[in-house]
């Protein structure tokens, strides 16, 4: 079959990158000003401060906590649509396949990062490689988004932390100190998604008590 010419990757080009910036700018720069001027206060104020952090290059960690329909998504769609407008990655996942649908470009963070399925305290992520595409992605990458995130055992965002750490100290050896490698990463998701945590009580039990509560709120 003849391989159509436009969409071929030139070659010695990382695909992921390639993929990534792949994309019509000024649509996204007339994208990007329409969202922005219907940003509420608080909204405003959250994207100010992730791309004040994003500008700088120095690394930072945001929780954006808010409940259903408060506007997360707008944020996020906002935010990926300011960076890519300038030729730059952001790489938007979340903690579950339907998430990720909301998303632009969404991944869910078990594809896009490689996460063990299995995942214990000491787990790295398989996919981040030294060498490989990801590896070279992820040091062009501005901002990682992760909806969704208290979805997540804790252990999956120590294994995307330590692998950061690991390929990012060659950039710069202080980024091995750095949280996520001195990457900007923005978590976002809404607690009351989850079971409450009742120390000594059986499943049963914390089921009827997380129904018996949200009955009431």
Request: proline share 5%.
């Amino acid at each position: 079959m003849p391989f159509p010419d436009e969409l071929i990757t030139p070659e010695g080009q990382n695909k992921l990158i390639f993929d990534e910036l792949s994309c019509d700018k000024e649509a996204l720069r007339k994208e990007h000003e329409e969202l922005s001027s219907c940003l509420t206060c608080e909204q405003r104020s959250v994207y100010d401060e992730i791309m004040i952090a994003v500008s700088r290059g120095r690394g930072g960690v945001f929780f954006v906590y808010g409940y259903g329909d408060m506007g997360k998504t707008y944020v996020w769609k906002t935010l990926c649509a300011a960076i890519r407008s300038k030729g730059e990655i952001v790489l938007p996942v979340a903690s579950s396949g339907i998430a990720s649908l909301l998303l632009p470009r969404g991944r869910t963070a078990h594809s896009r990062f490689g996460i063990p399925l299995n995942v214990s305290e000491n787990s790295t992520c398989v996919g981040i490689k030294p060498g490989s595409d990801l590896v070279a992605l992820l040091m062009k990458t501005k901002l990682i988004i992760w909806d969704e995130a208290p979805m997540m055992h804790k252990y999956c965002f120590e294994a995307l932390d330590r692998s950061l750490k690991d390929i990012m100290q060659s950039m710069d050896p202080s980024n091995k100190y750095k949280p996520f490698g001195g990457l900007v990463v923005v978590f976002g998701g809404d607690f009351r998604h989850i079971l409450p945590v009742i120390h000594k009580e059986s499943r049963q039990d914390i089921n009827l008590k997380f129904f018996l509560s949200m009955e009431f709120m």
